[in-house]
């Protein structure tokens, strides 16, 4: 009988394979032999497995073992999925049970619950779901590993650290273990942790705060913008010649790929006409365009607030009139057409390759430039509150709030050095 095997882009959490013949989970080797899966000869002792977490214990636990017949991957994950959906640990946990007491295992839970799970394994009603993205939900794990590995290198272990005994002292070591960190990276860290503790009070726990009055460091808010002088040489160096991109692939190996396509330049001339953000410039339509504005759905905020009201407008300038005009005749745009890659079906390609493609040709321009796509958007923020003023910036501007744009997007430094010699009385 062929051996079973789990394809890697199939793979849902939860399922695995053992093996009664080496008493074990098996994944892409024999523990036998040490050889590939596909060549183990014990295939009949081969079983499919549905594991869920279990919070009080902070590990995985078995669930169920599939009978031998149960051989085809694509029925497991229907049933597994069954299984999960009405599986609940509160109608088989003791009356004795409890809530982790010991700071992994309350993190486990907090993490479980940022990636939509209930405590008990179970996934939560739509409308409490967050649909974190992973880079922010990746953050969040490097803050919790960080403070555990301070913890560690003062000979305190997270695992049997009760969580009730976190107090100031472990904040004072977190401060000194993050002392070569930047700004940014330490104000993020403490507030991850200010976020786990409110978490914890919402499921019972009393208990004191140590991240509450941690006072947050001044950062350095870059805000680069682009010059046109720049922009144009990243226009004329982006060429499939100048596309090759030399990348580790790991294990010593060395390999090359194209960065090349033929709709970046008009993804960034877009970007900079009107400063949306990268999802947005690769969900526009032309059914968008309104008679002298763009009407922009505000999916960042959107997201956050689980809402589909938040819109922004996007004055339309000349030179984006004669943009859009060039794009619809290009590609024969109809209304419910992409403006940018109306060819292109994966949209989320063209959200993440217009930034990496951005950086790569920028780097030919200048190696040391700190310059990345996302300047564009402070680069239309700055010259338009240069022309505009506050009518940009509190009617039409880039965030419901203005102190926003103003914070974290506006160059004043540019601003200012158009402003000087101006004359007072004019």
């Known amino acids: 009988m062929k051996p079973l095997n789990i394809p890697k882009k199939d793979r849902i959490k939860g399922t695995y394979i053992v093996c009664s013949k080496c008493n074990t989970n098996v994944s892409d080797k024999c523990k036998l032999t040490g050889k590939s899966l596909s060549s183990c000869k014990h295939g009949e002792n081969h079983r499919f497995q549905s594991k869920i977490y279990d919070p009080a214990r902070g590990r995985m636990i078995p669930l169920k073992s599939w009978p031998a017949d149960k051989r085809d991957y694509n029925e497991i994950k229907k049933l597994h999925i069954d299984l999960i959906d009405n599986h609940s640990f509160a109608a088989q946990k003791p009356k004795s049970f409890r809530y982790p007491q010991n700071l992994r295992g309350c993190q486990n839970m907090y993490l479980q619950w940022e990636d939509d799970m209930d405590e008990f394994g179970k996934k939560l009603p739509a409308h409490k779901t967050k649909n974190k993205g992973h880079k922010t939900k990746q953050g969040i794990v490097n803050a919790m590993k960080h403070f555990n590995e301070c913890l560690k290198q003062n000979k305190i272990d997270p695992g049997f650290l009760p969580i009730h005994a976190v107090n100031d002292h472990h904040m004072g070591l977190f401060h000194e273990y993050l002392e070569d960190y930047s700004a940014a990276t330490y104000n993020n860290f403490v507030d991850t942790m200010r976020a786990f503790y409110k978490y914890l009070g919402t499921k019972g726990y009393q208990l004191y705060n140590p991240f509450t009055d941690v006072q947050r460091k001044a950062e350095n808010k870059r805000k680069d913008i682009i010059t046109k002088d720049e922009f144009d040489k990243v226009i004329a160096v982006c060429t499939p010649d100048n596309g090759w991109l030399t990348e580790n692939k790991g294990g010593g190996r060395m390999g090359r790929k194209q960065m090349y396509k033929d709709w970046l330049v008009e993804g960034w001339i877009y970007s900079l006409l009107s400063g949306d953000r990268p999802e947005e410039v690769a969900e526009r339509k032309l059914s968008d365009l309104l008679v002298f504005y763009i009407e922009n759905t ?6 956050v607030t689980k809402s589909t009201s938040h819109k922004r407008v996007i004055p339309l300038s000349w030179e984006l009139k004669q943009f859009i005009e060039d794009q619809r005749k290009k590609y024969r745009l109809l209304d419910d057409s992409y403006l940018i890659a109306p060819n292109e079906s994966n949209r989320k390609l063209v959200q993440n390759h217009l930034g990496k493609a951005f950086t790569h040709y920028m780097k030919q321009v200048d190696p040391d430039s700190k310059v990345t796509r996302y300047c564009l958007r402070n680069t239309y923020a700055t010259a338009m509150t ?40 004019e």
């Open 386 to 425: 240069d022309k505009f003023g506050e009518e940009f910036t509190k009617m039409i501007g880039l965030h419901s709030r203005p102190a926003t744009t103003y914070n974290h997007y506006i160059n004043q430094l540019k601003i200012a050095q158009n402003m000087e010699g101006y004359d007072f009385w």
């Open 298 to 303: 505000n999916h960042k905020v959107n997201r």
